[in-house]
């Protein structure tokens, strides 16, 4: 009696165990894009409407986050950055992170239903679905392109956003859609590349396991390249401006040099400095992302209190 | 007897309550204000079942 006692007290999860199982960072980014996706769009949003909305966009990014937690429980106990976990730490029980995962998402999608409309609960349900079914149980132990594909599901948020808005998507939601998809494979290559050992450790087939690094050094060119000009054919739209164009000629100059450095060396080189260049182009791709959106909303503003500006 | 062994479990439950309390109140508000922009956003209604009446709307005008 006495041992199973233990066992249940030990399992016992903390607040801060059910946050972690949303996955706070990735929501955070879920939520940026998507205020940005609202924000930029041609038609007013009511501020408890948009509010309302990005909260039931978060918690939806969080269900999804729970639900893979749930699937990837066994190869997250084996990588060393996620064996902290709440569920391979024990302290949460697979089946509350499934419970919790199917709740919030149902939750989620049927409030974001009434909150904005069908098409904004649509597209969320679709993503949900996209990252926790499509990328999360057949794509990642499956194809090393588990990361392209698996990309198009943090790419769905801003989209989301301008739905909740416009009711509709447009060349402007699919252009931020794009940019989040072609950033994301040379963003999570550049960090497997330095992040050795772990993928391998789990049997997820990364690329850089599968084909080797010389290959995903050329991949990582070829995506940086492919995504450049959607960079800038965005600002080229009704949502771009002044500073978004400026941003984008600086991040994509920067992250294009860094991309070509990356990929004109070789294992010895990067060994020999401690993968120096690598660790700068995840760097740069961090801030890639985060400059694009912030300098679409700069616009978005200026166009706003500036009027004649643009 | 009362029992007042204080274990480390109990600071566990407690943050997890007081956790999904606060939540809970948070969501409470939410529903509330979107509920009242949505009906008022509707324009004419009445309060016993907030059905918009377009024969309010002509009596005003």
Known sequence: MTDTNVTTFEREAGF???????????MSLVVFTALVGLL?????????VALSSIVFIAVGAGASGALNMWWDADIDAVMRRTSRRPIPAGRVAPDEALAIGVALSGLSVTLLALAANLLAAGL????????AVVYSMWLKRWTPQNIVIGGAAGAFPPVIGWAVATGGVSVEAVLMFALIFMWTPPHFWALALFMRGDYDAAGVPMLTVTHGRRVTRNHILAYTVLLVPVALGLGLTGI???????TALVMNALFLSGAVTVWRRDETAAEADGYRAEKRLFRVSLYYLFAHFSALLADAVLRAYVPGLW | MAIKAEHEIHRRRLSRNVGVGLVLAAFVVLMFGLSVVKIKSLGATQGFDHVVRPEMIETAQ
Request: hydrophobic content about 55%.
């Open chain 1, 16 to 26: 801060g165990d059910y946050v972690a199982l949303l996955k706070p960072r990735v």
């Open chain 1, 40 to 48: 930029v769009a041609p038609v007013a949003v009511h501020p408890v």
């Open chain 1, 124 to 131: 969320l349900a679709f993503t949900i679905f996209f990252y």
């Open chain 1, 240 to 246: 771009g401006g002044p500073v978004y164009l400026a």
